[in-house]
């Protein structure tokens, strides 16, 4: 049985999240400016 998670990083679904997001972010460098901040109306 597991310990008892002392902080929310500590939590094994934040840090996969946390991955997941940092994934995204290393993704999207490589995407066009206009392809960033483009809103849709």
């Known amino acids: 049985m597991r310990e008892p998670a002392q902080t929310f990083e500590d939590l094994p679904v934040w840090q996969k999240a946390h991955l997941f997001v ?20």
């Not at 972010?25 to 960033?36: C, D, G, N, Q």
């Open 22 to 41: 940092l994934a995204v972010y290393r993704l999207s460098v490589a995407l066009p400016k206009y392809e960033i901040s483009c809103r849709i109306i």
